[in-house]
């Protein structure tokens, strides 16, 4: 059975949050005088000298209504990477716990994993790309706290299979994290339907990719109210600055505009899939449901010094387990992926 409780770092169990004054005031006040701030106000003409939402509301409400939650299970982060670090600062005894990540995938579970001394256990996903159930079922001890799910996945493109990621649901009594940073260019369905369903559930998605706003740093977790309040309890104070929170709101009207990129995105990627089939040191091109591909070649690391050369550049990942001779293209502007064809149709 999930039990939040068991599952917590051991420290964060009786963890008072930091808390500021305007936190814990309820009622209506104009003269704030309690942060340290400059009253006068700033050289930016918005209001920019006063500390930001720490509870990102506004965001939260507009959130509510594009992805039909309430607001009780919704996180924001300084980008979704922040969501990983503060589940691993959440859950994950340093030293004591580990995690389980499926590779080739997202680079930034390792990375957290190692700043927080937590250990992690590699169990490869298949020649398809697809989830190893009895290799992560063996994996699994009475230390391991989450799983970590990218799909579609990075680098691979590809989505991971429905029913395998409920079978992990269905069965670990830790966490599993569902990466949906690509969710917007994929075929499947959110997992974010199924939180009514699992309290062991993380989704995780971002206004980096399909959004168009990596520059702004906002990322978001859904989950059970439990845990979101624990990751609440965990970030830092103001983890998402006024900037950020008021351009992220001005997008988030914009779900037009975002649809049309994604179109656009979808019929440019399959462009460039057929251009690269005719093109013969390209030995497979992976079914993707991202704004990118991974693609098979006879010299990976020739192609991208090629294009670097040329002044395009794409991701070599010839050298990550099962993506040996690929390279990881993002799928560009119309322009843009004339040009990395065109270049590429005169490699040699
Ligand atoms: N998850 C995946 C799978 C990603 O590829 C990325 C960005 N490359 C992220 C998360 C991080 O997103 P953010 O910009 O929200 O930190």
């Keep these: 059975?999930?039990?939040?409780?068991?599952?917590?770092?051991?420290?964060?169990?009786?963890?008072?949050?930091?808390?500021s004054a305007r936190d814990e005031f309820k009622g209506e006040a104009s003269v704030f005088l309690d942060a340290n701030e400059n009253a006068f106000g700033s050289p930016l003409d918005t209001a920019y000298n006063r500390y930001p939402d720490p509870?990102?509301?506004?965001?939260?409400?507009?959130?509510?209504?594009?992805?039909?939650?309430?607001?009780?299970?919704?996180?924001v982060g300084n980008g979704s990477d922040e969501a990983i670090d503060i589940l691993f600062r959440s859950f994950c005894n340093p030293g004591v716990d580990n995690v389980i990540i499926v590779p080739p995938t997202y680079g930034m579970y390792q990375v957290s994993a190692n700043i927080n001394d937590v250990?992690?256990?590699?169990?490869?996903l298949t020649d398809e790309y697809q989830l190893n159930l009895e290799g992560i079922a063996e994996a699994?001890?009475?230390h391991t706290k989450l799983i970590f799910i990218c799909s579609p996945n990075n680098p691979t493109g590809n989505s991971i299979n429905r029913e395998d990621i409920e079978t992990l649901l269905a069965n670990f009594n830790g966490i599993v994290v569902v990466d949906e940073a690509y969710i917007n260019f994929s075929r499947q369905k959110s997992f974010i339907q199924e939180l009514t369903e699992y309290a062991n559930l993380v989704v995780m998605q971002t206004l980096s990719k399909a959004w168009g706003l990596a520059g702004l740093r906002v990322g978001m977790a859904f989950?059970?109210?439990?845990?979101?309040?624990?990751?609440?309890?965990?970030?830092?104070?103001y983890n998402v600055n006024e900037a950020s929170q008021q351009l992220a709101l001005q997008a988030l009207q914009n779900v037009t505009q975002v649809n049309d990129w994604i179109k656009e995105t979808l019929i440019q990627r399959d462009k460039l899939v057929l251009a690269l089939k005719e093109m013969d040191f390209v030995l497979d091109i992976y079914p993707s449901d991202a704004n990118f591909v991974l693609v098979k070649t006879t010299n990976a690391t020739g192609i991208y010094n090629y294009l670097v050369d040329k002044g395009i550049i794409v991701r070599n990942r010839t050298n990550v387990e099962l993506c040996e001779g690929c390279l990881r293209i993002t799928i560009g502007t119309p322009e843009e992926n004339n040009t990395l064809i065109e270049t590429l149709q005169q490699y040699k």
């Design 55 to 75: 509870m990102q509301h506004a965001i939260k409400l507009r959130l509510k209504e594009i992805k039909g939650l309430p607001v009780r299970n919704i996180f």
């Design 1 to 19: 059975m999930f039990d939040i409780n068991t599952l917590l770092r051991q420290n964060i169990k009786n963890l008072t949050p930091y808390s």
């Design 119 to 124: 250990q992690t256990k590699k169990v490869l």
């Design 223 to 237: 989950a059970s109210e439990e845990i979101i309040v624990v990751m609440n309890r965990v970030k830092p104070p």
């Design 140 to 142: 699994i001890d009475t």
